[in-house]
């Protein structure tokens, strides 16, 4: 259904003049991602998550707005978007987002600094500039995705696709994604937008949680992209080392047997491959009662009363986590070969 919209979409646009995106591949999907991707990290999983999104050869990448909060400033992730449009040669816009949270769920957080103002600005200029609807990713708090739906909701209710919300727990509890900004989450989770809810917690597999072990996902990827990986996890200091000319360095046995060892818990793959039409057995959206609480407290209800929201559900754990396992490997297997 979604591919043939597109086509049709594209082909209505071609008519009349619109000019499409100029690098996507045909039918793509356009993306606006936005990650608390940081540099030195808190988390990797958020350059494993960047990796994949590059890796998707049928996302149309129209912006990354790093989720800055005050646990990101000094400090967004900007190195690893750049190592990947390195390797990838692929350009992509990014800007970084909002430092306060949002002081009640209608801000629209005028007042905050200029510099912050850039994540809102990229979000609304990119759906304005799309030539087709828009799937928009958030891991991390959602507050400049609601910030920039408090400014022109119609425009989110005419250009929005899809809004992947990696956030929250079904059973009861606030996941820390929602304590970052509780009002942004509140308000996108309870708009009239097209939400597909992929909950980081839960029970009865309304969770998307998984592990792997990094070399086993690694091992056969490229050098370069390898070495993303070594810069991201060795903290190193873009003042020291490089970030593009450390690429091509030779990786020492230690630091690539240490890396390779290391568990990694994962939350986003299915989204991304739910959004690229790479759907799987192993997971799937049901629409569901959600009870939300203005705290951000989510439950499945599985009444009539609540929220209807399409809910992310995983089946056998071991089979979920052997596909995500297997697809990042195939996805990373080729990603900057050519460099």
Same mark, same amino acid.
């Given at each position: ?145 609601? =910030? !920039?739906?408090?400014? %022109? ?5 005419? *250009? &929005?696709?899809?809004?992947?919300? #990696?956030? +929250?727990? $079904? ?103 739910? =959004? !690229?039409?790479?759907? %799987? ?5 049901? *629409? &569901?009662?959600?009870?939300?609480? #203005?705290? +951000?407290? $989510? ?41």
């Amino acid at each position: 259904m979604h591919r043939h919209f597109n086509a049709i979409l594209t082909a209505m646009l071609c008519l009349y003049g619109v000019a499409v995106s100029s690098g996507a591949e045909p039918e793509s999907v356009p993306i606006l991602y936005t990650t608390d991707l940081y540099h030195p990290h808190d988390d990797p999983d958020d350059h494993f998550d960047l990796a994949t999104l590059f890796a998707l050869r049928e996302f149309d990448i129209r912006g990354i707005v790093i989720d800055t909060g005050t646990a990101g400033v000094g400090r967004p992730g900007l190195v690893a978007i750049q190592q990947m449009m390195h390797i990838t040669r692929r350009t992509v816009a990014y800007a970084t987002g909002l430092t306060a949270n949002l002081r009640s769920q209608g801000d629209r957080a005028e007042d905050q600094p200029g510099a912050a103002q850039a994540g809102v600005d990229l979000i609304l200029k990119a759906l304005r500039e799309s030539p087709k609807p828009v799937t928009i990713f958030t891991t991390g708090s959602l507050r400049d995705v609601a =910030a !920039a739906y408090n400014r %022109d909701p119609v425009l989110f209710k005419n *250009k &929005v696709w899809r809004l992947y919300i #990696n956030a +929250g727990h $079904t059973a009861g509890e606030i996941e820390w994604n929602v304590k970052l900004d509780p009002h942004a989450f509140v308000r996108i989770l309870d708009s009239p937008l097209p939400v597909y809810w992929v909950p980081c917690f839960g029970t009865d597999g309304f969770e998307s949680y998984w592990q792997f072990r990094q070399g086993d996902v690694l091992e056969t990827a490229p050098r370069v992209l390898q070495n993303v990986f070594v810069y991201a996890l060795t903290k190193a200091s873009p003042k020291e080392r490089d970030p593009i000319a450390s690429l091509t360095e030779p990786i020492a046995q230690e630091t690539r047997q240490k890396i390779g060892a290391l568990p990694r818990n994962m939350w986003c793959t299915a989204a991304f491959l739910h =959004a !690229a039409g790479r759907e %799987d057995r192993t997971f799937t959206f049901r *629409k &569901v009662s959600v009870h939300l609480d #203005n705290n +951000g407290t $989510t439950r499945i209800t599985h009444g009539v009363d609540g929220l209807q929201v399409m809910t992310f559900h995983r089946g056998d754990p071991a089979a979920y986590a052997a596909f995500m396992q297997r697809t990042l490997r195939d996805l990373f297997a080729h990603l900057g070969a050519d460099r």
